[in-house]
């Protein structure tokens, strides 16, 4: 009887991956796709030129603020009316919204779309970690967490191909998928911790907790920090890229498509290192710390990259996209940090900040590359990132062999 059981468990437990990693998938293409067709739709839409940048930088921010509040949305509700519930209405929101944005005409509505696409997208990620990590034993949850991200991740990938066939196409396959996800996330079931405070008079969902004490406040923003440094890689550095090669004098133009694509590629691989090296080191701070440090080391390669070419380009951005693989490590750091009663709200905000981050942080790099110009400025912030996020990671706990059945008291 008891083996039958633990069949079953172990069955739920990999359908429960399966999904949450095509959750991520879809989520990842959905998130990545204007970076992409940012120069292809809004030149389709009858944007001058040298409009391109800025009103890009200007939609993207807009999408960042949607993911800003439906982080915070989405996790009290995963808190409060469970994780599952949370993860169908994140879908339906960005399924609906990438079908209209095919359909766009102005700029106005281009970003009111993709607000309400970053509404939807926020609630995909942390509430899928959330189920893993609860789910799974604390000696080899890190390997399901693993999985989610590496398999999540090579939605970029799927997201560069289809872009290859239209703007228009890739976000009505975007929402195609959506409405896909949803019907394979029938199958899946409550995490059992939920359910065993479910009926608990315990505050749940309180997003307000984490401000009420100092050391829970202070933690949770040291969780933010230590992700900020990979959303500038990719949300900058990457997604300028046709910029950055005019200022590096590139031999032949650089493609944002091209360098999310193989960018992607190196986070899936570098993803799977990173994991191992959890489970190895049964640290996740060392994990963080090592990868932190390769990460300076690449972007200081691509920002030296004087007169590169598209084959030295690729080659630069998969590693980095090796050294901020560490993105499935520092959600988990973060789901591992709170109590399962704010649980959600910490993995599903915490993501969604650092990917919001990328509004402060590109405002700042537009500024500063007025005055430095757009190499001095990459090293600047990468180095005020880095800084920041190492003190932030040296301020957290070990969490690899932490249980995780208890609730924050508030």
């Not at 942390?126 to 999540?152: P, W």
Request: aromatic residues 12%; glycine residues 10%; proline residues 1%.
């Amino acid at each position: 009887m008891n083996t039958t059981i633990k069949t079953q468990n172990n069955k739920n437990i990999i359908l429960l991956i399966i999904v949450a990693s095509l959750g991520y998938f879809v989520d990842i293409y959905d998130l990545l796709i204007f970076s992409i067709v940012r120069q292809s739709s809004l030149l389709g839409i009858g944007i001058k030129p040298v409009e391109v940048m800025s009103k890009g930088i200007f939609i993207i921010n807009i999408q960042m603020l949607g993911l800003l509040l439906g982080g915070i949305l989405w996790g009290v509700l995963g808190d409060k009316l469970g994780r599952i519930k949370v993860l169908f209405g994140s879908i339906l929101i960005y399924s609906i919204a990438n079908f209209a944005n095919a359909y766009v005409l102005d700029v106005n509505t281009y970003a009111l779309v993709r607000f309400i696409a970053g509404i939807g997208l926020a609630g995909e990620l942390g509430a899928g970690i959330t189920l893993v990590t609860e789910s799974m034993s604390k000696q080899n949850r890190g390997y399901g967490t693993t999985i989610v991200a590496v398999i999540g991740l090579l939605g970029a990938a799927a997201a560069v191909f289809v872009a290859k066939y239209g703007w228009q196409r890739a976000y009505i396959v975007g929402g195609c998928l959506g409405i896909l996800l949803l019907l394979l996330r029938l199958g899946t079931f409550e995490s059992t911790m939920f359910k065993n405070i479910e009926q608990n008079q315990v505050s749940k969902g309180n997003f307000f907790m984490l401000f009420t004490n100092l050391k829970r406040f202070k933690k949770y923003i040291f969780c933010i920090l230590i992700g900020a440094p990979l959303w500038y890689v990719v949300g900058i550095l990457v997604t300028l890229s046709p910029e950055f090669g005019k200022a590096l004098h590139a031999v032949q133009p650089l493609n944002a498509g091209d360098g999310i694509f193989y960018t992607y590629i190196g986070i899936a691989v570098g993803g799977i290192f990173a994991g191992l090296l959890a489970q190895l080191t049964k640290s996740r701070k060392i994990t963080m710390l090592t990868f932190l440090l390769l990460s300076v080391i690449t972007v200081i390669a691509y920002l030296k990259a004087q007169g590169l070419n598209s084959t030295y380009f690729a080659w630069l951005c998969f590693f980095m996209g090796c050294a901020v693989g560490y993105w499935s490590t520092f959600v988990t750091i973060a789901a591992e940090q709170f109590g399962t009663n704010i649980r959600s709200t910490v993995a599903t905000t915490v993501p969604n900040f650092v990917r919001g981050s990328l509004i402060p942080i590109s405002i700042l790099f537009k500024e500063l590359s007025k005055w430095k110009g757009m190499i001095i400025s990459g090293y600047i912030l990468m180095a005020l990132l880095t800084i920041l996020a190492l003190f932030a990671l040296s301020q957290l706990d070990e969490t690899f062999n932490k249980d995780l059945d208890y609730v924050e008291d508030i």
